[in-house]
């Protein structure tokens, strides 16, 4: 199984505000505890799948477009080759929108890695980076991998 910070799954409608206007950010206090440090090794786990950070550009995610490189794992730590990342999405809880932008998920040549580009953040504060994975191995599965935008 990965180490790092893990997060709790979102319930099985993982849809949003698309639509939502953006808002004002300018009295940004911080995220609230419980948000987990991004940096490399950063995972969550869903009901069959595990997703966990690679390596990021920004290192420390921004507001706008950020790029990842990320890995699927079955819970017990297998990789999962056989999976794909089928829809990602940013999602802001707290507002109750979406990042506005649809990630462009690509598989990378080492089986179970994936680059996603275009993770938008349109303002600063908690909000959750969400993957749809189907595969082989198991079921359909939601993973959520909650992180602060503070710049």
């Given at each position: 199984m990965?180490?790092?910070?893990?997060?709790?799954?979102?319930?099985?409608?993982?849809?949003?505000?698309a639509?939502?206007?953006?808002?004002?950010?300018?009295?940004?206090?911080g995220?609230?505890?419980?948000?987990?440090?991004?940096?490399?090794?950063?995972?969550?786990?869903?009901?069959?799948?595990?997703?966990?950070?690679?390596?990021?550009?920004?290192?420390?995610?921004?507001?706008?477009?950020?790029?990842?490189?990320?890995?699927l794992?079955?819970?017990?730590?297998t990789?999962?080759?056989?999976?794909?990342?089928?829809?990602?999405?940013?999602?802001?809880?707290?507002?109750?929108?979406?990042?506005?932008v649809?990630?462009v998920?690509?598989?990378l040549?080492?089986?179970?890695?994936?680059?996603v580009?275009?993770?938008?953040?349109?303002?600063?504060?908690p909000?959750?980076?969400?993957?749809?994975?189907?595969?082989?191995?198991?079921?359909?599965?939601?993973?959520?991998?909650?992180?602060?935008?503070e710049?």
């Open positions: 990965f180490s790092g910070c893990a997060s709790e799954p979102l319930a099985d409608d993982m849809g949003g505000a639509d939502a206007a953006p808002v004002d950010d300018d009295d940004f206090k995220c609230p505890p419980g948000v987990p440090r991004f940096e490399p090794g950063l995972y969550a786990a869903g009901k069959h799948y595990e997703v966990k950070l690679l390596s990021a550009m920004p290192q420390a995610p921004e507001r706008y477009s950020n790029s990842w490189s990320v890995e794992a079955l819970l017990d730590g990789a999962a080759a056989d999976a794909q990342i089928v829809r990602s999405q940013t999602f802001m809880p707290v507002h109750g929108h979406d990042g506005r649809v990630p998920v690509t598989a040549a080492n089986p179970a890695e994936f680059q580009d275009h993770i938008t953040f349109t303002m600063r504060g909000w959750e980076a969400r993957f749809w994975i189907s595969g082989d191995q198991a079921q359909e599965d939601n993973v959520v991998l909650h992180v602060c935008i710049k």
